[in-house]
């Protein structure tokens, strides 16, 4: 079958929103509402700030406001990777925070415990799975790239990393093209990501937060001892704001240099037979990606489909978010391509979703915080597409920064340093598509990285995988 055919009858949208079960909208606010804390946004970042907020302290009252509804941007479209991670990998914090490594990786550890024990304490059904994930060769220079990982881990005292070979890694899921593994055991969790957003909606109405949905945030601006946020018909006064915009402008303009939005897209098989996945395998359901720049991630459903994304990351002039950018055919069909040659046993196999979505990269691939406003306003931005699960730590750092407490969060120098922002155009869009182009070619050349990419790495300012 040409792999086209399998996207013949493919529905374009994500397949976590395209759900009965998904909540009705939250009216939008009319009028002036006056608040103890704002939470301008509804994804992750903003509703475990919420949430967070509230558990500290029940009597404080809490608004939070979303353009469109919950869940609906990155934190509904991404592919269900909840990572204990704060650092977008062991190799991306040992490069830029040696000396707190450590550190990093426990609170990682605990955040996704806590994410964990969230879920379990709100009675969130988000098919939460403590799986693990599979980094994969597919190229012999990556099989020893992945051995060095996991003996440099070993050497860091960095536990939970398994070095599979090529028989003990098609035992655990089955492809012609696997060569080799990392498997990080216990770091990383699977879920649904749109039903853990509207799991932490339901749980912040339930403690009191104030919901508008429909309700865009324009025009921040400092009022009295607070900061007032127009919306389209009415306004919002706050004593402290904390912002998680994601991708889209932040209401400090002085962040925006700082993101770079790049669109990322995902395809969704239809629901394979118990004959299907025995000849996958795929028994412990752990989490996969391979280990090229140009990367794939995939993963199972809870009702047997693969999810299967990555690859083209598309930059669009200007850094513009639009509707029209969510979906790319010429990389839906490069995705079904590289599908059936990664389980050629699968073929016949139809995609019943695709869609696209932006990510809100920065040049240290990892979030960064701050405050403004004579710190009334906090902020958390660019996740880089590991965001579902650090976005809660992202959310207790803006609580403590809006709270002026030094924590064992806000002395980290993760926390106090920011990233090099991105250069205005032109010079962005021509140093993201030779960092591309270099990226390509360094898969193609077995790993090496051209003059362009080792200074990018020296300088701290690019685009990882």
Known sequence: MNPAQSLSDTTLRPYWLDDPGRPDPRPALVGDEHCDLLVVGGGYSELWTALNAKERDPARDVVLIEAEETGWAASGRNGGFCAASLTHGVANGLARWPDELHRLEELGRRNLDGIEAAVR?????????RTGE???????????????AAEEYASLGITGHEYLDRDALRAEVDSPTFLAGLWNRDGVAMLHPAKLAWGLKRACLELGVRIYEHTPGSGLSSRGAGVAVRTPYGRVFARRAALGTNVYPSLVKRLRPYIAPVYDYVLVTEPLTQEQLAAVGWKRR???SD?????????????????????????HYGGEVRAEYDHHPATYQRLAEHFFRCFPQLEGVRFSHAWGGAIDTCSRFSAFFGTAHGGRVAYALGYTGLGVGATRFG?????????????????LEMVR??????????????????????MTRADENGGRRNLWLKAMDKVGLGFDS
């Open 121 to 129: 304490r709100h009675g969130i059904d988000c098919d939460f799975e």
């Open 134 to 148: 599979i980094d994969i060769a597919t190229a012999p220079h990556q099989v020893a790239e992945l051995r060095e």
């Open 286 to 288: 752990q989490g996969l």
């Open 291 to 315: 280990s090229a720049n140009h990367f794939h991630y995939f993963r199972l459903t809870a009702d047997r489909r693969i999810l299967w994304g990555g690859y083209d990351i598309v930059y």
């Open 395 to 411: 959310a207790d750092v803006m609580l403590d920064l809006l709270a002026g407490e030094r924590t064992e969060r806000t002395e």
């Open 417 to 438: 340093s920011k990233p090099l922002p991105f250069p205005p155009e032109p010079v962005r869009s021509v140093g993201i598509g030779i960092t591309q182009w270099s």
